[in-house]
């Protein structure tokens, strides 16, 4: 067990009695949330002993094919919470409506978000994955509850958090009031407070994004990569790495742990999607996690958690990590946007371009 031996039911609570009208309800449902991650972390654990890889041969609302893991994880976070009473109801990735919490249960107010298992696609390889979570209040706890419902920006959320199914196992949560890390002691079955205060450092030199999609970028984010890569040459004056995971859990633990930045812009590849990643279950919990950590989250042209959403499974550019870096992307965005950059889009330019494609 770790020195400070805080459970994270016992940091809950007593950040819970801080405030007075706390009913304790919101608690038990952060309990409920965190058995069903032990149950998952388990499963994930034991592979293809348990017969939890490969795929479950059908697919999903996003038109992904399902991994088995996929299903089963979306099925314990349902069984694991939707009886406490904690939830009025819940929404997932891999369902395609909302999901009341049944009659034979009491309702709650709160409602809960999830990606049962991201970076699904890693896990035959054995590679690191997560679950993401939000939680909002219900705005009418005593109306059946809509689609509408959960249709508010991410500025709302009362807690995000993510468990990251890695060589240690983790919940990295924020109710507000900062980003605090709990590592689980297989021993004694409790996530113990190993990371409070987590923060991300200002100013980096890492950079993570697809550059297989280079060619369907938009000119701000080609700019922004050329200029990595230029190195300390080029106009940042600093060398940087690169790192891609493919695993937003994955990305958003390393950035938390040691800077970065993270970016799934949009792009031109399928002029149909405004992103890759959901803005409900995905890109507002992680930015709610990392700004309580001192990082920034955008879209490259604003505040992810201020976007309205217009539907469930809407999906979002996403760019976020380290402050400055993201505050410099934006600025690169702006000067795109009101024509600005005109030398840098010049074909010349293009041509110098590591990733470009000559003119
Ligand atoms: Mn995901
Ligand atoms: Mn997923």
Redesign the pocket.
Do not use: I, M, R
């Given at each position: 067990m770790h020195p400070t031996n805080i459970t994270l039911t016992q940091f809950i609570i007593e950040s819970q009695r801080r405030y007075p009208q706390a009913t304790g309800e919101f608690s038990g449902l952060l309990n409920v949330i965190a058995t069903a991650c032990k149950v998952i972390a388990s499963a994930a654990g034991k592979g293809a002993l348990a017969g939890v890889l490969g795929s479950a041969e059908q697919v999903n609302v996003q038109g992904e094919t399902q991994k088995n893991l996929?299903v089963i994880s979306n099925e314990i976070l349902v069984r694991a919470t939707e009886w406490g009473g904690h939830l009025a109801a819940l929404a997932s990735?891999?369902m395609e409506d909302i999901y009341a919490v049944p009659d034979n249960y009491p309702c709650g107010k709160y409602l809960l978000l999830f990606?049962?298992?991201?970076?699904?696609s890693n896990i035959d390889a054995n590679i690191s994955v997560g679950t993401i979570f939000s939680v909002l209040r219900s705005p009418d706890p005593t109306a059946p509850p809509c689609l509408e419902h959960f249709l508010q920006t991410g500025v709302e959320q009362v807690c995000a958090g993510y468990a990251l199914y890695g060589p240690a196992t983790m919940i990295v949560l924020t109710t507000g009031q900062g980003t605090h890390g709990f590592t689980l002691d297989r021993d004694v079955g409790e996530f113990i407070l190993t990371h409070p205060a987590m923060q991300v450092p200002a100013a980096t030199q890492e950079f993570a994004i697809n550059t297989s999609n280079t060619r369907f970028w938009e000119p701000p984010v080609k700019r922004y990569i050329d200029e990595c890569l230029a190195g300390g040459g080029g106009s940042r004056g600093k060398d940087y790495n690169m790192r891609w995971i493919a695993s937003l859990v994955a990305e958003a633990h390393r950035i938390l742990t040691r800077g970065g930045v993270f970016l799934y812009p949009r792009d031109s590849k399928d002029p149909d999607k405004p992103g890759r990643l959901r803005l409900l279950y995905e890109a507002n919990p992680i930015g709610f996690i990392i700004e309580q950590a001192g990082g920034a989250c955008s879209t490259g042209r604003g505040r992810v958690l201020e976007v309205a959403p217009a539907a469930l499974h809407q999906r979002v550019p996403l760019i976020f990590g380290s402050r400055e870096e993201v505050e410099h992307i934006e600025l690169l965005y702006r000067a795109h946007d009101d024509g600005t950059d005109e030398p840098y889009r010049s074909p010349l330019f293009h041509e110098r371009g590591f990733f470009s494609e000559p003119a």
């Open positions: 996929d990735e891999e990606d049962p298992l991201d970076g699904s």
